[in-house]
């Protein structure tokens, strides 16, 4: 099975900003949920945020909402994470992942058929 690959992650300040990006197969990223999560040292895996298929709805995390956007660039099968006004507590592995079935909200782990390698973010005060 062709694997998501991220890249994108790094270390930040406070208040910066930074962009994830998702390398999705092909037929993967014209039928399916593409979705974020996150997974802090000790913390379970979250969803951070999801698009459709056609890129007509989205979805985040209270916490998340007004900070990061979500978009795809159908040219290169890829959804990016646009994190702004980072904050330490946005420290975590950060994952991409195909979800198995129809759109749902929230999306939980067991609803993913796919997973990236994880991106690592660290931001710090």
């Known amino acids: 099975q062709e694997q998501l690959v991220e890249s994108g992650g790094g270390s930040a300040q406070a208040g910066d900003s930074l962009r994830l990006a998702c390398i999705v197969p092909?037929?993967?990223?014209?039928?399916?949920?593409i979705a974020w999560f996150r997974q802090a040292p000790g913390k379970e895996r979250e969803i951070v945020a999801a698009?459709?298929?056609?890129?007509?709805?989205?979805d985040f995390s209270d916490s998340m909402l007004g900070r990061f956007t979500i978009s795809r660039d159908n040219a290169k099968n890829t959804v990016f994470l646009q994190m702004s006004n980072l904050k330490p507590e946005d420290t975590a592995v950060y994952y991409c992942?195909?979800?198995?079935?129809?759109?749902?909200?929230?999306?939980?782990?067991?609803?993913?058929?796919?997973w990236g390698q994880g991106t690592q973010v660290t931001v710090s005060s």
């Open positions: 992942a195909a979800h198995r079935f129809v759109y749902t909200w929230p999306i939980t782990v067991s609803d993913v058929g796919s």
């Open positions: 092909r037929l993967t990223f014209t039928t399916k949920v």
């Open positions: 698009v459709s298929w056609t890129g007509s709805r989205s």
